[in-house]
């Protein structure tokens, strides 16, 4: 499974790649905001930081809009993947980069005919967001499933984006029903690393072994 971190705080980007952890980012309109940088410096900022997917978002509503605001993005660096919300029109703009060989990443799934819809408008990525249904009572992870079977029915090659992660079993789980990627919080993917016996076992170990009197090197 890959992982993407979704933010767009360019230090806990830094962090994480500098870790070996990071397969690529994933932005939106809100985490711009929220980071109060310039979105396209911002973006070129990421591009050159990360050698993996960089997804950007359109903010435009209709298909030529899209296609203007992708072309643009597009130019920043090559692994700008074209974010598109998934609407007709987002659809239409999906086809127009998927035929021009630009990535995209269709985003706001929430059906599994949405993402059947996407992967026949040749998409790179699919995003099904698990943690906005579930605050619905709705199993996110169930949508995740029943893509997965879709997509492995007729063999299209459009990959699973688990998105709107909010807990490490979010990540545990998505992996568990086959999705292809993860975009997951920075806290929530050093949360990963983390377990209580771990920490106990290592502060049994630190105090045994300065006990021992001895040095490693
Ligand atoms: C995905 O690409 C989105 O940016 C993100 O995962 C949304 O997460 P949220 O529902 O926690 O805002």
Not at 7 to 36: C, F, H, M, Q, R
């Amino acid at each position: 499974m890959k992982f993407f971190v979704d933010t767009a705080v360019v230090e806990d980007i830094k962090e994480l790649n500098d870790y070996g952890l990071l397969d690529g980012v994933t932005t939106n309109p809100s985490l711009i905001a929220k980071s109060g940088r310039d979105f396209k410096e911002v973006i070129a900022e990421i591009c050159a930081l990360v050698e993996g997917p960089v997804s950007a978002e359109v903010a435009a509503m209709d298909y030529d809009g899209m296609v203007a605001e992708g072309e643009h993005l597009a130019k920043i660096a090559d692994n700008v993947v074209i974010k598109l919300p998934l609407t007709l029109d987002g659809l239409k703009a999906c086809r127009y980069f998927s035929q021009k060989g630009i990535k995209t990443n269709v985003t706001l799934c929430f059906s599994a005919n949405q993402a059947l819809l996407a992967a026949k408008a040749g998409a790179t990525y699919i995003s099904p967001f698990i943690g906005r249904l579930d605050d619905i009572n709705i199993d996110g992870m169930e949508l995740i499933s029943e893509i997965r079977d879709i997509y492995d029915n007729y063999g299209f090659e459009t990959e699973i984006l688990a998105a709107s992660i909010r807990t490490p079993n979010h990540v545990k789980d998505a992996a568990l029903v086959g999705a292809d990627v993860a975009t997951i919080p920075p806290a929530v993917i050093k949360g990963l690393a983390k377990h209580v016996l771990t920490d106990k076992g290592l502060e049994q170990f630190a105090k045994d072994w300065a006990a021992t009197g001895q040095s490693v090197l």
